[in-house]
């Protein structure tokens, strides 16, 4: 270096003093250079750029007076709701001084009022923290403004909590790169200057205007900090916040309380307030300073390199170098002890102008362009080669002579193997393809016609046949030779993309067929079956002879799949499918309408009786036997039909009509074969319209319940009752329970009645003179699909009815299904303190091994077993067998549908203490039972 700048000053001294003028000059272009680039802000973003570098190399370790507490993702999921009730924050203060916490800052905002219960028990918790406690406030703009206003408002905490807390300013300011680099002392708001929570952590004090740079060396992942919901479990170590200073904010990514910074990428705004609290702690708070100096001080050492001209060009190069490396180790170096930051930005930006400036200067302006050009066409050469090699199509390309001129390695992988550059393609690819190839190479000027994709098959290298779609284009390039480039010099070429669309063109079969058919039996689905329909009943069709449509239902298959499974029901229906298709002739249409629901449409003889003996046949052939897995199944069906004659018919219309003769037919007995009627659809409209009218037959009061009486046999005194509802429409008149309740279960609406009927019966039965047990029918919807026990516990609350007089009525139909957990809520009922009665007992669910696994207390015997106990012995045996079973398990026998007084005897002598029925009474309103009630007094 000295004999450097002793050639310089010869230099000046000497004869080639007027190289100094342009080496001024040069210099003076830099400095301006870099002077109009900060206008641009590149000198800032070099800055921050070596600045961020710097960081990474310097770690530094937390002091460890600070704790964060973080609303996590965790946090969140415990508590299941945000904002938080106030009163967690609330309760957080308290653990936290109990653990002997210094200072608690709570980087929430907290400028709103919620709810007066947990506001309160919020600013009580902090005045019991005597003063330790600080709040976030924050300038945002205000969303009354206009975004060109620029209004800002200033979000604080609401005036009962900055009474016992002190505000702290959370504000941060946002550089030029979208990133977090500095931090506030503080800020003047509305005339009073406020400390920022960084400057509060780290107990600084003096002016509060002004910022600081953060020191990013701090490693944030060394804070020590504890999950929101841990604290308040108190599952962390004892004196954790001992002496500590204490920022409660939020990590949850839902919060977004996150920002970018140098470093680190994204931080939490919590984090981000500990580091620069940290920064101020350790005297870290940096300033940024040596702008104009560095940018001198580089000129100035730049300019002997730039003069020295005869010196080799790569050494002044590594002299810059040298100078630039000089500059970051200082920088490094002095930001490792002291709280100063180097900003040598500029200076770095203008040795690399200068350095610019040798290279250019060195191979010349136009020198520098074509190495450029070349480098980027080795670049695209290279890529496209890439691209060319690594592409998912197959691609190879042919010249006139049928050679292969290029093969990607999907091509290589396609084709047989030898397929590479220079072999003839004919010996590899297939004939058509080849052909196709050459009739592209045949074309030529603007008339050439366009590329059409074509599908060939050949065979794999493992022999399987597979589909290969592809296109043959044309192109041409230039051959260089030594004699130049020429327009004789042009060679056509042909590529041929290929690919594989074997798969493809598979799975788009199969999409086809699961399109129209179902999977599982191979019939046609509902859509293909409606599409079926509409092509057979084409008017010269209808013409000729009637059309049945007809749709049949499996019985109980919902049983037989909880007794057996659904890999035995899946079997079942195939062989239903398997035998329906071999009861039809060809020309008919089968269809697979829904789980348990098959169709078909077939032509029957133009009779009277036909479509009916058609319908009797179809039960006939699938209701059978199926052995299945060496179970012998035994199915029945019920079958609705309608038929279609001589005019066209909607096919919705018809599967519609087909559908409502088999809702019929399942009204009945046992494969029952009903067919479609115009007085249907009134049955139809009436349901949709009882269906509408229900959702409001509370708000007109059209609903009420009554009361039947449950009497003792021996003495006929009243110890109990059942409610029922009833609907009396205001139009309709009566309708019956058979006919809405099923209509209630379906739509939902039995939950909003079934809770109803449960206040209104325990506030009847609240205002009787004797404490009538009281029963009330539950449905099976209420139990699996709401709340039931919450209901019975709102209706016990609002009436004041006694719980231990109420009993709960389910029917057996509810423990068919044995995926549905009844235990839990059957378990709520009975901590409730209420009793659980097994309803028309012997008419459902077969099994009794329920009867062991639930708490029942009661069992009705069904009506029809009282009802024929004259008649039938059969009906005397169960009824004994019933009562027999109720004695031995400790449960009460209500017997239903006494109507004589023989009735009453033969229950009694058969051991049943307790009934109901016509004999005693019909179902009455509650003032009938006060009456009965007094008249017994």
Not at 625 to 650: L, S
Not at 736 to 754: D, V
């Amino acid at each position: 270096m000295r004999s450097l700048f002793a050639s310089v000053s010869s230099l000046i001294t000497g004869r080639r003093q007027a190289y100094l003028v342009p080496a001024m000059a040069v210099l003076c272009g830099i400095a301006l250079t870099v002077l109009l680039l900060d206008f641009a802000g590149v000198p800032s973003a070099m800055t921050r750029l070596l600045t961020g570098a710097r960081f990474e190399l310097l770690e530094r370790e937390p002091t460890g007076k600070i704790v964060i507490v973080d609303i996590d993702a965790q946090s969140l999921a415990d508590v299941g709701v945000w904002p938080w009730p106030r009163r967690l924050y609330g309760d957080l203060i308290d653990r936290l001084v109990e653990d002997g916490a210094e200072q608690i800052a709570l980087d929430i905002d907290f400028s709103t009022v919620s709810t007066t219960e947990d506001d309160a028990a919020f600013a009580s918790a902090m005045e019991r923290a005597n003063g330790i406690v600080s709040l976030a406030m924050f300038r945002q703009k205000s969303h009354r403004s206009a975004a060109r206003d620029g209004e800002m408002m200033v979000n604080r905490p609401i005036d009962r909590f900055l009474d016992v807390s002190w505000p702290v300013v959370v504000s941060v300011p946002i550089e030029a790169d979208s990133r977090v680099w500095r931090n506030y002392w503080g800020e003047v708001i509305d005339g009073i200057p406020e400390l920022s929570l960084s400057a509060f952590l780290g107990d600084a004090s003096g002016p509060t205007d002004g910022n600081f740079w953060i020191d990013y060396s701090i490693d944030p992942s060394r804070l020590t900090t504890v999950s929101f919901t841990d604290v308040l479990n108190g599952t962390f170590p004892k004196d954790t916040f001992r002496g500590k200073k204490v920022v409660v904010g939020a990590s949850a990514q839902e919060l977004r309380d996150l920002f970018p910074v140098p470093v680190y990428g994204i931080l939490p705004g919590s984090v981000i307030q500990s580091i620069a609290g940290e920064s101020v702690l350790q005297n870290r708070a940096l300033s940024m300073t040596g702008r104009d100096l560095l940018l001198a001080l580089a000129l100035v050492l730049a300019f002997p390199l730039i003069f020295a001209i005869d010196t080799n060009w790569k050494k002044r190069l590594a002299g810059l170098v040298a100078i630039s490396a000089g500059l970051e180790l200082a920088g490094l170096m002095i930001q490792s002890r002291y709280p100063v930051i180097l900003q040598t930005g500029p200076a770095q930006v203008a040795l690399i102008l200068a350095g610019l400036h040798l290279v250019l200067k060195q191979i010349g302006f136009h020198q520098f362009l074509l190495r450029i050009a070349r480098a980027q066409t080795q670049n695209s050469r290279r890529m496209l080669g890439q691209v060319f090699d690594d592409s998912f199509d197959a691609i190879v390309v042919m010249n006139a002579h049928r050679e292969v001129v290029a093969a990607s390695r999907a091509a290589i992988g396609m084709f047989p193997a030898g397929l590479k550059p220079g072999v003839m393609a004919s010996d590899y690819l297939p004939a058509e393809m080849v052909e196709g190839a050459v009739a592209v190479l045949d074309q030529k000027g603007p008339a050439a016609a366009k590329p059409e994709m074509k599908t060939v098959r050949l065979n794999d290298k493992s022999g399987e046949p597979r589909m290969i779609e592809f296109i043959a284009t044309g192109s041409s390039h230039l051959d260089i030779s030594d004699e130049g480039v020429s327009e004789q010099s042009a060679v056509s070429l042909a590529s041929l993309t290929c690919r594989d669309v074997t798969e493809e063109r598979l799975a788009n079969e199969k999409l086809a067929y699961l399109a129209k058919f179902e999977p599982l039996t191979g019939l046609l689905n509902r859509n293909s079956f409606v599409d079926g329909i509409a092509e057979h009943l084409l008017p010269m069709n209808l013409q000729q002879r009637p059309c049945i449509l007809a749709i049949f239902s499996v019985r109980d298959l919902d049983r037989i799949t909880a007794s057996l499974g659904f890999s035995y029901t899946d079997r079942l229906r195939k062989k239903i499918a398997r035998q329906l298709t071999g009861f039809l002739n060809a020309n008919d249409l089968a269809a697979s309408i829904g789980d348990d629901s098959f169709g078909c449409l077939a032509w029957v003889d133009d009779t009277a009786a036909a479509p009916g003996e058609f319908a009797a046949r179809l039960r006939d052939a699938v209701a059978t036997g199926y052995d299945i897995g060496g179970n012998r199944i035994p199915v029945t069906v019920n079958v609705g039909y309608t038929v279609a004659i001589g005019e066209i018919e909607d096919p919705n219309t018809l599967l519609r009509q087909a559908r409502n003769a088999l809702s019929r037919a399942q009204t009945g007995l046992a494969s029952e074969i009903v067919g479609f009627d115009k007085n249907m659809e009134d049955g139809v409209n009436r349901r949709q319209k009882l269906e509408v009218e229900l959702a409001r037959a509370l708000e007109r009061n059209e609903m009420h319940v009554l009361y039947q009486p449950q009497v003792d046999l021996a003495t006929g005194e009243m110890i109990g009752v059942e409610a029922l509802m009833r609907w009396k429409h205001s139009e309709l008149g009566m309708i019956s329970p058979i006919e809405f309740i099923s209509i209630a279960e379906e739509s939902g609406r039995i939950i909003e009645l079934g809770a109803w009927v449960l206040e209104q019966a325990m506030r009847d039965a609240a205002t009787w003179t004797r404490p009538l047990r009281l029963a009330v029918n539950v449905s099976a919807v209420q139990l699996t699909r709401s709340d039931l026990p919450a209901a019975v516990k709102s209706a016990l609350t609002k009436t004041g009815f006694a719980a231990d007089r109420l009993d709960l009525e389910v029917t057996e139909s509810l423990f068919i299904d044995e995926s549905i957990d009844l235990k839990k809520p059957i378990a709520k009922l009975r901590k409730l303190g209420c009793s659980l009665a097994m309803d028309d007992f012997g008419t459902g669910y077969s099994g009794l091994g329920y009867i062991l696994r639930f708490p029942f207390a009661k069992i009705k015997i069904d009506r029809s077993f009282v009802a024929n106990m004259e008649k039938d012995r059969a009906n005397i045996a169960i009824v004994k067998a019933v009562v027999d079973m109720a004695e031995a398990f400790g449960m009460t026998v209500v017997a239903e549908g006494i109507e004589t007084i023989e009735h009453q005897k033969m229950l009694l002598d058969l051991g049943c203490t307790v009934g109901q029925g016509y004999y005693y009474s019909r179902p009455v309103p509650a003032s009938e039972i006060a009456n009965l009630l007094k008249m017994a007094a």
